[in-house]
């Protein structure tokens, strides 16, 4: 799942990015309005997390752009504290959720997490298929309830198809979601990962069907 972090302090949005990857977050970062309006405009993100005081452009001003482009992004927006305008019209503009600084970064976190699950449309912490189970407060999988080994990548491929189950994932949607813009991913990448996820979830008689030209495809369970 790729996200954006709009957030002009830095030393904050540092910290957070890196915890945010180490959770298996794909993350592009903004510093301020301008950039994050520009990136939102050309990429299309799975969450993005706004600070409101943003410099060049105002953070409720990117957030109306994006809105008029686009309502399905989830929006996490962040405030300073004692600012209920700026919750209230945040709210307004079309934001998901909020969060006030300081903020506990367990409670970002749950909050990401909650917010990425509803716009993928999944309502809880675990996903099934079959004898497959993918906990994503925890990120692993698991297989008859023995924890599967897989890399940080390949549980990214997995989160994808389970989540797109039944419907043809294409080879670019997932470059594109786990990428970012310093570490890009080509397709031969992803036919590696595939490849490695077939054999792990084979003995289990799970299968990734290759639709030649199109993608990959996890079939719907019945
Ligand atoms: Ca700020």
Redesign the pocket.
């Known amino acids: 799942m790729r996200l954006m972090l709009a957030?002009?302090?830095m030393v904050l949005r540092d910290g957070l990015t890196r915890s945010l990857v180490q959770s298996g977050y794909v993350v592009d970062t903004a510093s301020n309005g301008q950039e994050a309006d520009h990136a939102l405009s050309v990429q299309n993100y799975d969450l993005l997390i706004l600070?409101?005081?943003?410099p060049k452009l105002d953070g409720l001003e990117v957030l109306r752009r994006l809105r008029f482009r686009d309502k399905a992004t989830p929006v996490l927006i962040l405030t300073?504290r004692d600012s209920i305008e700026d919750r209230v019209s945040g709210l307004d503009f079309g934001a998901d959720d909020y969060l006030t600084k300081p903020f506990d970064l367990s409670e970002l976190e749950a909050r990401v997490r909650a917010l990425v699950r509803r716009g993928q449309g999944a309502h809880s912490n675990v996903m099934r298929h079959g004898p497959l189970t993918l906990n994503f407060a925890g990120r692993r999988a698991y297989m008859n309830d023995q924890p599967l080994d897989l890399s940080a990548r390949e549980l990214g491929v997995l989160e994808i198809l389970m989540m797109k189950a039944g419907q043809v994932v294409g080879k670019d949607q997932l470059v594109d979601k786990l990428s970012n813009w310093e570490e890009g991913i080509g397709h031969n990448a992803i036919e590696v990962y595939v490849h490695r996820l077939r054999k792990k979830l084979e003995p289990a008689g799970i299968q990734i069907r290759t639709i030649r030209g199109l993608g990959y495809l996890l079939e719907k369970e019945q």
């Open positions: 957030e002009d302090d600070d409101l005081g943003l300073a």
